[in-house]
C-alpha cells in the first residue's frame, strides 16, 4: 500500500499537477484561447498606407510588431513595441495605444483623429463570448 498526499479537498496533487501542468489541459485551452485572440488581433489591427517620409514605417507597421509570449503558468500576453516613427510630431510614442485608447490621445483626440478603432480588447471580448465566457 503506498501512500498519496491528499489536499484538504480530497484531490490528490498528481492530479492537480497534471491538470495545471504545463503539458495538461489547462494550459492547453489557455494556450489554445490565447491564440484565437492573437489570431483576432492581427485581424483587427489597422493598417494605414505607408509613410511617405523616409523616415516614416511601413503600411502594416503596427501589425507587423504584434507579439504574443507566454509569461507565467497559465499566463500570456499579447502586446506590440510599436512607437511612432521619427516622421511623425511626437516620435517614440505609443503608436498602438492611441488606436486601442483614442480618447487618451494627447493630440487630435476623436472625432478628429483617424478613423482606427480598437482592436486588443474587442478581438479579447469576441473570443470570450463565442466561448460563452462572458
Known amino acids: 500500500r503506498g501512500h498519496r498526499k491528499v489536499t484538504t479537498g480530497g484531490v490528490h496533487d498528481d492530479v492537480i499537477a497534471m491538470l495545471f501542468g504545463p503539458a495538461g489541459p489547462v494550459a492547453e485551452f489557455h494556450a489554445k484561447v490565447s491564440e484565437r485572440v492573437y489570431v483576432r488581433v492581427l485581424n483587427k489591427a489597422p ?4 509613410s511617405r517620409t523616409p523616415e516614416g514605417h511601413p503600411s502594416g507597421w ?17 502586446s506590440t513595441g510599436a512607437v511612432l516613427s521619427k516622421a511623425s510630431g511626437r516620435p517614440g510614442d ?3 495605444r492611441w ?5 487618451e490621445r494627447p493630440w487630435k483626440p476623436p472625432p478628429f483623429a483617424r478613423a482606427d478603432r480598437p482592436y486588443l480588447v474587442p478581438a479579447l471580448d469576441e473570443i470570450l463570448k463565442e466561448l460563452g465566457l462572458t
Open 94 to 96: 505609443p503608436y498602438a
Open 99 to 103: 488606436i486601442e485608447r483614442p480618447a
Open 47 to 50: 493598417v494605414g498606407a505607408n
Open 62 to 78: 503596427l501589425r507587423s510588431q504584434i507579439e504574443w509570449t507566454f509569461t507565467g503558468a497559465l499566463e500570456s500576453r499579447i
